[in-house]
């Protein structure tokens, strides 16, 4: 069991694109409510289960689990609604990782940095091509991209 630490932010430039290609992603919620979620995901040739409790702040437990990639697809395929498409590109940034998502599908258009850190009031380097944080607007929260894709929003 881990606290996941992590702030979100849209990006607001192509200068992240500088680096080694990304992993295509497919995750899909078995559970999706407010004080849990269940993924299963496919991020290449690998995949997981991860359940993450509610929300505090910017901080959630995390439980995360390797299974195998066809039982992965099984579970996928019991999703509703259906699951979640984008390429995570992985950016190095003033000693810290930055997770850079670019959505597909009905998410299409929206990308998303996020950052993991070991404390919520830990100090971080802002890289030139982040934009504005949203880490407390649920809404960006993949789960909720799921069932209300960042393209049929009306702003």
Known sequence: MADE????FLVSSD???????GVRICQGYLCRDK???????????KAFLTIKGATSGISRKEFEYAIPPEEAQALLDLCLPLPVDKIRHERKHGGHLW??????GPNAGLIVAEIELSDANESFERPDWLGREVSDEPRYFNANLAEHPWTEWKT
């Open 5 to 8: 630490i992590e702030r979100k």
């Open 99 to 104: 997770e850079v998502d670019e959505f597909l």
């Open 15 to 21: 200068a992240w694109r500088n680096g080694p290609p």
């Open 35 to 45: 004080e849990r979620t269940v993924r299963v995901r496919l991020a290449g040739e």
